[in-house]
């Protein structure tokens, strides 16, 4: 089935630098990709919508400055959380719709990526 | 692991209720949620229900919780074409979604 992956999986830093997580769809292609974070024991929260070769579309309360996005291929999405603070400590989860092949309406999700900011 | 099973597609004509049902196997969640996505965006909640609950009412939706059973489910009452959508359950404690639930309105 369609399998997407992030990496890396954990990752501790310390506050002020930045992260970036990967997010990619081994076996299709996605011209749109979602990143959520989840806190603990709540709720998935849309962040942005990543859309192959343009800008992506930020939730509103999203800082588009902290959380940088970039969907430069049609199997690659990248978030970069930029001076990263413990508030940013947080699951991010993305997600990949199939340009065709598998169930175009379909979400497939990555496994996560847990970040700790020290 | 965490398993959630939700039946594939539900069709209701307009004006009807839909009900769409959801099992589950992890009973430690604090929280179970009801994620509603549309055609080409991402999950939004819609609904959650706190695990010591049975019932909780939002305007259209109501949602019962069987904790015994481990079920959950997701009431519409007077479904519109606007709620066409595909609609996840997820207990809080683990992010396993099933395939969710393809809901059809007919007008």
């Known amino acids: 089935g369609a399998v997407v992956s992030q990496h890396p999986s954990r990752v501790i830093c310390k506050s002020g630098t930045s992260v970036k997580i990967e997010c990619r769809s081994l076996?299709?292609?996605?011209?749109?990709m979602f990143w959520y974070r989840q806190f603990p024991k709540q709720s998935l929260m849309l962040m942005a919508t990543?859309?192959?070769?343009?800008?992506?579309?930020?939730e509103q309360g999203v800082e588009k400055d902290k959380f940088l996005i970039n969907h430069a291929s049609l199997t690659l999405s990248t978030l970069t959380v930029t001076s990263a603070h413990p508030e940013d400590s947080s699951f991010y989860i993305c997600?990949?719709?199939?340009?065709?092949?598998?169930?175009?309406?379909?979400?497939?999700f990555g496994p996560g990526t847990r970040l700790l900011v020290l | 692991g965490e398993d959630v099973e939700q039946s594939l597609f539900l069709s209701v004509r307009e004006g009807d209720s839909s009900v769409i049902n959801c099992t589950y196997t992890?009973?430690?969640?604090?929280?179970l949620y009801w994620y509603k996505q549309e055609p080409g965006a991402g999950l939004q909640l819609l609904t959650y229900?706190?695990?010591?609950?049975d019932m909780k009412q939002d305007q259209r939706l109501t949602v019962l919780l069987n904790k015994k059973d481990k079920h959950l489910s997701l009431r519409i009452a007077d479904t519109q074409t606007g709620d066409s959508a595909i609609y996840f359950c997820?207990?809080?404690?683990?992010?396993?979604f099933g395939k969710g639930t393809r809901l059809s309105v007919i007008a």
């Open positions: 997600s990949a719709i199939p340009q065709r092949g598998y169930d175009q309406e379909t979400q497939y």
């Open positions: 076996d299709f292609q996605a011209t749109t």
């Open positions: 990543s859309n192959e070769g343009s800008k992506a579309t930020y």
């Open positions: 992890d009973s430690s969640s604090t929280y």
């Open positions: 229900i706190f695990s010591n609950m």
């Open positions: 997820a207990p809080a404690a683990s992010l396993v």
